[in-house]
């Protein structure tokens, strides 16, 4: 018998494409807010500051990074949160991956690879750029062949899917 709100919405035929809008945007929200955390999605769906939607639309991204050390980190998880919208990044250095939680309504997964991309380090869609690659400190010029996005249980130099 809790059908107060519906009934509300159907007052004014005009807003109804706006409602269906609204709904399903909350409804997304809703289930973003609740695999992160529970109860938090209030009243903050109208307003959208930065601060208040970081935790209810933020995307999760994740995708292979070539690299060698800490600095390739530093160099790397600076370059993706440079990209605006970008909310936290963090580069695996032994899985040669990197995790990235970002507001998609700001920036896409193309963006971040190509910002990563720039600073020189090839990513799993576009290599690096060779001029910053050249000026990555020595130990930072990874090599071009090495295996990314890599799983536990997959670190291993497998040549064996040779089908030439
Ligand atoms: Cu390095």
């Known amino acids: 018998m809790n059908f107060s709100k519906k009934n509300h919405e159907h007052k004014n035929e005009n ?3 706006v409602s269906k809008k609204v709904i399903l945007s909350v409804a997304v929200i809703a289930a973003l807010g609740l695999t992160s955390c ?6 903050e ?5 930065t601060e208040m939607s970081k935790e209810i639309a933020m995307t999760d991204l994740s995708f292979g990074v070539r690299g060698n050390c ?3 980190k530093k160099t790397i998880e600076k370059a993706a949160n440079g990209v605006e919208g970008v909310a936290s990044a963090n580069w695996d250095v032994d ?3 990197i995790d990235i939680s970002f507001d998609d309504t700001k920036t896409d997964a193309m963006a971040i690879h190509k910002a990563i991309a720039a600073s020189g380090y090839d ?4 290599a690096g750029s060779e001029e910053a690659y050249k000026d990555l ?3 930072c010029q990874y090599d071009h062949d090495m295996m990314m996005n890599q799983s536990d249980d ?6 064996s899917d040779h089908d030439i």
């Open 95 to 97: 899985k040669k991956k």
């Open 137 to 139: 400190p020595g130990c």
């Open 123 to 126: 990513t799993e869609k576009v």
């Open 70 to 72: 800490g600095m390739c």
């Open 38 to 43: 529970k109860n938090e999605t209030k009243k």
């Open 154 to 159: 997959k670190k291993s130099d497998d040549h």
């Open 15 to 17: 807003v109804m494409n």
């Open 45 to 49: 769906t109208e307003s959208s500051t």
